[in-house]
């Protein structure tokens, strides 16, 4: 076979069954992808059976990304470099407006896929999710059920008592709800 | 081309938060910082298990404060960074003075790892031993060995290693003995040690082969992934290597050897071995890259003089001179902590090149050095639940 210039394709099918066709190189960001296409399963279409098709359309809007970033690292005066606090605020963005369950859906999606900087990106904005909120608060919003018996969860308060005296941060938040 | 036979697809359940794992449920519950953990674990009964059961640290991974105890078995602690809001949050949680144990204010500390204190009731009962953590403020009585002749008072090391298990050791070292020669054609050392495992529930005498060095005595140790290292003057760190029951001896050689005139201290940080020499010329921190091939690297140079001058600045001119250049303990993979001589402690930070005062609150001067000083990395497990459910469960009330 000739060298072709022209990019490799590779296709991935969400679990609803949406074909998505990106270049290799998007897709090599995920590290379970790369091990598959290494050892040369290359032509089929790749089923990715955890991931629906809005979430895996996220998942390569991030790897497209993190190409541009890398493909053009290697040039000096890199116009797509970012410093620290942009690719802080760029993470920030690419989380803004993510509700409780399609974050969860992202994380299963990274984990399965092994993408280490979506997954970080995701567990951080779990935990800003998580600070801040009262255990109803953080029940509601990852649909959570308590098993516990009044009385088991009295009693874990009772031990950590201090952790939910109302200082000025959260009762703003409890207020405001 | 799309194959013909159509992939399993998975039914359609909505996803939530019960469909992530263990692993990422730990990753992100161990980045919230210590209220809103401490609220977290009301919310159901897998996250009180999750964090109950996890090692909990900051993000930075640094310690949060230092144990210093001595043969006596008086202890002190103080917190590392007393302003951010982690620390404050720890303030209020702790309780360094263990007065959650029933024998309290008889209690002796005779070691520590990781989030774990090792304490005995009083010095007439230094076999009976209790393995409790000051922020849960759960204790476990430990059963009493089975050798209650041998070993010294003070030879023992409490090993856990969250990241690696969730069970800890106690390991008694009883005595060294020498094997007959001519079963392996030289002289071979073995030392005789009394493992409890907080898994089997049990203590069990292990007979381990030994360098010639082997050694009962004191000595700096500390616990790291799942072996204990020992630090040997002038030239030797044992390491004793847990492997489920066995247990592997290995003599590993210091990259400078401590003399009379030196002074050295092991500490870990981020799961490497870090070894810290200091006399009066220079001091440097070494960093074991690789255990198998006993790799040192050195981390840090600086003279004698240079350092000084650094104390000048930052102590006050010569006030520093009561500082006991001993360091004692790492904090963090280029922060050595030494004592002074009216009991308080100084950080010295080889990146910033600057001295920073800590308190510690010890219960008198610390003048002479035969102490030990462990970093505290606060965890929320309850030893009492880790013994296995046939095990009697101590009076707890």
Redesign the interface.
């Known amino acids: 076979m000739s060298e072709s210039t022209e990019k490799k394709m590779v296709r991935l099918?969400s679990?609803?069954?949406e074909?998505f066709e990106v270049e290799e190189s998007v897709a090599k960001v995920a590290k379970t992808l790369q091990d598959m296409l290494e050892e040369d399963c290359a032509?089929?279409?790749i089923?990715i059976?955890?991931v629906?098709a809005p979430i895996l359309t996220k998942v390569i809007d991030y790897c497209k990304d993190q190409v541009m970033i890398s493909s053009s690292s290697s040039t000096t005066n890199n116009p797509n470099e970012r410093t620290e606090q942009e690719r802080k605020a760029w993470g920030q963005k690419f989380m803004e407006g993510v509700d409780?369950?399609t974050l969860?859906?992202l994380?299963?999606a990274s984990?399965f896929l092994n993408i280490e900087g979506l997954l970080n990106l995701g567990?951080?904005k779990?935990?800003s999710m998580?600070?801040?909120?009262?255990?109803q608060e953080?029940?509601d919003m990852?649909?959570?059920?308590?098993?516990?018996t009044p009385e088991e969860?009295e009693e874990?308060?009772n031990?950590?008592a201090?952790?939910?005296e109302r200082d000025p941060y959260y009762k703003k938040r409890s207020s405001s709800k | 081309m799309i194959p013909s036979k159509r992939q399993a697809v998975l039914v359609n359940k909505p996803t939530d938060i019960s469909s992530l794992n263990d692993d990422l449920m730990v990753e992100i519950l161990g980045r919230l910082s210590l209220k809103p953990l401490y609220i977290s674990k009301c919310v159901s009964k897998r996250w009180y298990g999750l964090i109950a059961t996890s090692p909990l640290g900051k993000p930075t991974g640094k310690s949060a404060g230092l144990f210093v105890y001595d043969q006596t078995g008086k202890w002190g602690y103080s917190s590392v960074a007393p302003t951010d809001q982690f620390e404050e949050d720890l303030k209020k949680a702790l309780d360094v003075n263990l007065r959650f144990l029933p024998f309290s204010p008889n209690v002796m500390v005779m070691g520590g790892s990781k989030g774990l204190l090792l304490c005995v009731h009083g010095r007439d009962h230094w076999l009976n031993f209790y393995v409790c953590n000051p922020l849960t403020k759960k204790w476990l009585e430990v059963p009493m060995p089975n050798n209650v002749n041998g070993g010294l008072k003070h030879s023992v090391t409490l090993d856990f290693e969250p990241k690696v298990s969730p069970h800890f050791k106690i390991i008694r070292y009883l005595h060294k003995c020498s094997t007959d020669p001519r079963r392996y054609g030289r002289p071979v050392y073995s030392m005789e040690l009394e493992v409890f495992s907080s898994q089997t529930g049990r203590w069990i005498k292990n007979r381990v082969l030994h360098g010639p060095r082997a050694t009962c005595s004191i000595s700096q140790e500390i616990s790291l992934n799942g072996s204990v290292y020992k630090l040997v003057n002038p030239l030797y760190i044992i390491a004793y290597h847990f492997r489920g029951n066995s247990i592997r001896v290995e003599e590993i050689q210091l990259p400078t050897a401590v003399t009379r005139a030196s002074y050295g201290c092991i500490g870990e940080h981020g799961g490497r071995l870090y070894y810290s020499y200091w006399d009066h010329t220079v001091s440097i921190i070494w960093v074991l890259l690789d255990v198998r091939t006993r790799l040192w690297h050195m981390q840090h140079v600086m003279s004698f003089k240079s350092f000084s001058a650094v104390a000048d600045r930052d102590l006050g001119k010569d006030k520093w001179k009561t500082v006991m250049f001993h360091p004692v303990a790492f904090l963090s993979d280029n922060e050595i902590v030494f004592l002074e001589e009216s009991g308080g402690a100084v950080v010295y930070n080889c990146e910033e090149v600057r001295f920073r005062r800590m308190r510690i609150a010890m219960p008198y001067n610390v003048t002479e050095t035969r102490f030990k000083v462990f970093s505290f990395t606060p965890c929320l497990v309850d030893p009492a639940k880790l013994l296995r459910p046939n095990y009697r469960e101590p009076r707890q009330n």
Do not use: H
Request: aromatic share 10%.
């Open positions: 099918r679990s609803d069954g074909v032509d089929a279409v089923p059976t955890c629906r409780s369950s969860c859906e994380l299963v984990n567990v951080d779990m935990v998580i600070q801040g909120k009262y255990p953080i029940r990852f649909n959570v059920v308590n098993d516990f969860e874990i308060r031990q950590n201090w952790a939910f």
